[in-house]
């Protein structure tokens, strides 16, 4: 984003696109830059990275524990960026057939949660 800003002089709205685990460098953008971001699709992306190891492992706390220590408790919830950008347009997919983001795993459902 900076590149597109600083080197070609982008000074315009733009839209950021994500599919997948891409939906959460789309989600950061749009947080991170909401005067630039107008536009955002999620395209059967996921919402809290959480929700994704308890609906896979069945709430196994041991799994979840696990999880969190290897990621160093890092915690990724992409509704929060796109909660706090009110003024950029929203369009989020699902698949609820998706066996990797199911419903409840998806951005729509975290954002709808909020």
Request: net charge positive.
């Amino acid at each position: 984003m900076q590149f597109l800003v600083n080197r070609l002089r982008v000074n315009g709205p733009i839209g950021v696109y994500g599919r997948s685990i891409g939906g959460i460098s789309a989600a950061h953008l749009a947080h991170k830059f909401p005067k630039i971001v107008k536009v955002f699709v999620g395209d059967r992306t996921l919402g809290v990275v959480d929700n994704i190891i308890k609906q896979k492992v069945y709430n196994n706390s041991t799994m979840l524990k696990i999880y969190r220590i290897m990621s160093c408790f890092w915690r990724i919830d992409n509704s929060i960026g796109l909660s706090n950008n009110p003024k950029c347009f929203k369009i989020l997919t699902f698949d609820e057939n998706d066996e990797v983001f199911d419903c409840f795993c998806s951005l729509h459902h975290a954002v709808a949660a909020r």
